[in-house]
């Protein structure tokens, strides 16, 4: 079965710090793997997806994940955090040849200090 | 994107009742998925909903439990049936988006039971 691993629960820092959040998956086959975000009283809303094609995928607000096949990896990352990236990650991913059914992992709680 | 409502946004409900939980989408869609996020856990699907046939459950959620209705392809209700504290949660509804691995999620509804 396919899961997701998020390493970090809560992760803190403070503005223009630099930010990697981890994702590992598992499922050998063709995977579209996503990020979620929800803010402070906000709706999930989705950051970047990638399904094929160059693995740097670019999202809003400054965001960008690398999918590493070999590691089966898709990290999230940002050169320099604002106050308003506090919010929570989720790291996500579908296996196309088996269902539709995306997979979560279980959130990175992210707060940065002003 | 498609915008989701849904009622009550949350709800503090005696052991043994049920909750009915309604999902309305400002445009027509063919998909419909109801979610559940436990403290500290990711989200976990309960089942699809396709207008005008029966909901597809996952393993470990059963039609007796969560009954779910797809009446049209703007609205949904999921109702938790029998409740112990244990389905206290978030309950999420999602739609599918342009792509079609993509999903557009409501607000969540805050359920406690005690």
């Known amino acids: 079965a396919q899961s997701v691993s998020q390493h970090n629960h809560h992760v803190i820092l403070s503005e223009a710090a630099s930010l990697e959040l981890g994702c590992n998956y598992s499922y050998g086959g063709t995977v579209n793997l996503f990020w979620y975000v929800q803010y402070p009283g906000q709706h999930l809303q989705l950051l970047l997806k990638?399904?094929?094609?160059?693995?740097l995928v670019k999202g809003i607000k400054g965001f960008e994940a690398e999918f590493i096949k070999s590691k089966f990896s898709f990290n999230l990352r940002k050169p320099s955090v604002q106050w308003s990236d506090t919010a929570e990650y989720f790291c996500?991913?579908?296996?196309?040849?088996?269902?539709?059914?995306?997979?979560f992992g279980k959130g990175t709680r992210l707060h940065i200090l002003p | 994107s498609a915008v989701i409502s849904q009622k009550p946004s949350r709800d503090i409900c005696q052991r043994g009742t049920s909750l009915t939980i309604q999902c309305q989408v400002d445009s027509q869609v063919t998909m419909m998925f109801w979610y559940r996020q436990q403290p500290g856990q990711s989200l976990t699907l309960i089942a699809t909903a396709n207008q005008g046939s029966e909901a597809t459950y996952e393993s470990g959620f059963v039609i007796d439990k969560f009954p779910i209705s797809r009446p049209n392809l703007t609205f949904s209700t999921l109702t938790v049936s029998n409740m112990s504290p244990e389905d206290s949660s978030i309950y999420l509804c999602?739609?599918?988006?342009?792509?079609?691995?993509?999903?557009?999620f409501g607000p969540g509804t805050r359920l406690t039971v005690t």
């Open positions: 996500a991913v579908n296996a196309p040849g088996r269902d539709d059914k995306i997979i």
């Open positions: 999602s739609v599918e988006g342009r792509g079609r691995y993509e999903q557009y």
């Open positions: 990638y399904f094929s094609g160059d693995p």
